[in-house]
């Protein structure tokens, strides 16, 4: 990309040129003002001739690398730490991403641990530490895209784009049609202009199609300059922002070193009275709007001292974002918000923070109606040039590290003014790829997978008994480490539900009153989707029943054996210790305890086994201070099994043990009492 739409919206480095010879001389003037592609051919046949310098050498890669001719700066980038590989950070980083966009990872890695060593508390700096694995992230986050040209583009500069009704409405540095056509010194092309097309829907195919292009707006948003890029349309459609050169009633501002740079301007639709419209062959006024965009004003919070551009509202209207290098700003641009009051006043800009911003560049905002913020950027590590990310708020208002949108959304070129239809999920992006039509071009693109996995945890609280569902339960969610995420209250039907993320660990507690306290682990799967956890609640008082199995009323585990033995092991031991509790809170109760073993082994030696550990599980309660008339039992041996494990069937170890048990029959009671749980 011309550097963010061929306007000054950074400050560029100040350089201290030698006394050469007069060329060079001429040059640097053209480069302090921006002229960068008469600079360029200047040095460019300089060093043809042999002259090598660092001053020479910087320049002409810098100047490469602000018109995104990657492969040209990264060249001269090499030149300069040929001579020198002592250069200031800032060439490092830019070597780096010239590297990338002729996709030379390896060696800009390099260039990156060097420029990491060198400035470990720069942004870009701390990001590729912790992102070193970024290359992996970007394959993962990529093939979501089928791209295509979007059947707009010239052999100028087509780029950034909005909806506008049923119309893609973008910048183009396309011949105007003016007998004097004004030509950028910076890029070498005319000045820019809005167009528009016609979006023609196409539900059946992955991309809709686009009419013939025309001249969008008049005369007051279009001038000689720069003008009318990055449109926002506000939801009535009667007033737009654009960003467009410092140029105001005829007259170009400029800040004290006589440069130009941009600002946001506002426009609203003024219809044409119906007297003038214009009308059809039969005397009827056409359907198409008649009107145009006046009354442009500039936004407050614009300066000649600093550059505003990109504008792009909220779903609501109530906030903009925006593109600057106003004070405060990290880096070469920041972007911002502002709040957009309903008198049409505006709030004081925010910067949006170090999560989003770096010391390069962010630009082209976009907010889209799912609270999703697309940019583009070269500060965040990419694929080289401009690469677009997506970040996500936070409740509390701050965001989410930016996430790459991978290829073939991202080229090793610039990828900027990312647009979408949340519904359809066909969009817009601006890109100067190869193999595209002329500097800048738009492509059209479907997505075909979100970039973020998106998950849902829910579920139904019920009593584990009736099955009644339990409105009011207190269900909270923590993380792996049981920190607590969130917290809600079931609804009048039981149902609670969260946001998690994908593949990750959570537990889910469920409280209510009168009810034992349940603490569940669930595992999210990787894809988006729907993960149902519904929640049994077991009451904290049940009716104890002759002829129940105590462990099962009371949720006591089994007592287990291990193979071929029946001596009670630690874990059996605290489990019986709840029996004993049991026992002792109510005199009056008897038990039958039934023991059992697995299929192995003969039937007489099952039996004669499982007696064993019948004896030894009521001599544990003897022990303990059961008395003996209290417990009756027998072995059963391998009759009662708990699951198909029977001869000749294949079982795991896991299987054979839930045969090798002692079971606890409630065979007498004064009454049915209400008891508490303990476990």
């Known amino acids: 990309m011309k550097k963010l739409t061929y306007i000054v919206l950074f400050s560029v480095l100040a350089f201290n040129g030698y006394a050469q010879k007069a060329g060079e001389a001429r040059a640097d003037k053209q480069y302090d003002r921006f002229a960068y592609i008469d600079a360029t051919k200047t040095y460019e046949r300089i060093a043809a001739k042999g002259y090598k310098s660092e001053d020479l050498f910087q ?120 007998f004097s056509k004004r030509v950028h010194s910076w890029t070498g092309q005319y000045f ?18 686009l009419g013939p292009v025309s001249k ?23 007033t737009v922002y654009f960003t467009r050169n410092n140029f105001n009633d005829g007259k170009r501002g400029k800040n004290g070193a006589g440069n130009t740079y941009v600002k946001i301007y506002k426009a609203t639709w003024v219809e044409t009275p119906e007297k003038d419209k214009k009308k059809d062959k039969d005397g009827k006024v056409s359907s198409e709007p ?36 106003m004070e405060g700003t990290r880096g070469q641009s920041d972007i911002f918000k502002v709040t957009v009051n309903d008198d049409g006043s505006f709030g004081t800009p925010e910067n949006l923070g170090d999560v989003i911003n770096t010391p390069g560049k962010e630009t082209f905002p976009v907010i889209t109606d799912e609270g999703e913020l697309y940019f583009a950027t070269d500060g965040h590590p990419g694929l080289g040039g401009l690469d677009l990310f997506m970040a996500r708020q936070n409740k509390d208002g701050s965001w989410k590290a930016p ?63 009736t099955g009644e569902i339990l409105p009011g339960t207190k269900v909270t969610l923590m993380d792996a480490k049981f ?15 969260f946001e998690v993320e994908c593949d990750t660990d959570y537990y889910v507690r469920a409280e209510k009153e009168d009810y034992e306290t349940k603490e569940v682990k669930v595992h999210i799967p990787a894809e988006s989707g729907k993960t149902d956890l519904p929640i049994q609640l077991d009451k904290r008082v049940k009716v104890v029943p002759i002829g129940g199995d105590l462990a099962g009323v009371f949720g006591i585990k089994e007592i287990l054996f291990d193979l ?69 039992g027998r072995g059963y041996g391998e009759r009662v099994l708990k ?37």
Not at 113 to 118: D, I, V
Not at 216 to 237: E, I, L, V
Not at 610 to 615: E, L, T
Not at 656 to 666: K, L
Request: with cysteine; charged share 30%.
């Open 59 to 178: 320049k002409l890669a810098n100047a490469f690398y602000f018109n995104s001719e990657f492969d040209k700066a990264a060249q001269y980038y090499g030149e300069l730490f040929a001579m020198n590989a002592e250069q200031e950070p800032e060439y490092l980083y830019r070597y780096a991403q010239s590297l990338k966009a002729i996709k030379q990872y390896d060696k800009a890695n390099q260039m990156m641990e060097t420029f990491s060593q060198k400035v470990a508390e720069d942004a870009r700096a701390k990001n590729y530490a912790a992102n070193k694995n970024y290359m992996e992230v970007i394959k993962k986050n990529s093939g979501r895209y089928k791209i295509t040209d979007a059947g707009v583009n010239t052999k100028y500069s087509d780029y950034g784009s909005a909806l506008f009704g049923n119309k893609l409405v973008f910048a183009s540095a396309r011949d105007t049609g003016n």
């Open 483 to 497: 920190n607590k995420i969130g917290e809600v209250v079931a609804d009048d039907k039981g149902y609670y539900e």
């Open 192 to 209: 820019t202009n809005l167009y528009a097309s016609e979006v023609k829907a196409q539900p059946d195919k992955d991309t809709d199609s």
């Open 564 to 632: 071929d033995k029946w001596n009670i092991r630690p874990d059996a031991a605290f489990e019986l210790e709840k029996i004993l509790d049991v026992l002792n809170q109510y005199p009056s109760m008897k038990l039958d305890i039934r023991s059992h073993t697995d299929c192995r082994a003969s039937h007489a030696y099952n039996d004669r086994l499982s007696d064993r550990r019948n004896k030894s599980t009521i001599a544990w309660l003897v022990q303990n201070g059961i008395a003996k008339d209290r417990l009756t």
């Open 216 to 238: 969008f707006a008049g005369r007051k948003m279009n001038t000689k300059f720069n003008d009318a890029t990055s449109p926002a349309f506000a939801k009535d459609g009667k």
């Open 403 to 465: 996430i790459n949108l991978g290829e073939p959304a991202n080229s090793p070129k610039d990828d900027f003014a990312y647009l979408i239809d949340t519904a359809t999920r066909k969009g817009y992006l601006t890109s100067n790829r190869d193999g595209g039509n002329g500097n800048d071009d738009i492509y059209k693109f479907l997505e075909t997978r979100k970039l973020i996995c998106e998950q849902m945890l829910s579920g139904i609280v019920t009593d584990a008994a």
């Open 643 to 679: 699951n198909k494990c029977a001869d000749g069937v294949p079982c795991t170890e896991e299987e054979h043990q839930e045969n090798r048990r002692s079971e606890f029959i409630i065979t007498a009671l004064d009454q049915d009492v209400k008891v508490p749980v303990k476990k």
């Open 290 to 325: 008649q009107g145009e965009w006046s009354n442009i004003t500039e936004l407050p919070f614009n300066s000649d001292g600093y550059s505003c551009a990109h504008p792009s509202l909220s779903a609501d209207g109530k906030t903009m974002y925006f593109a600057s290098d």
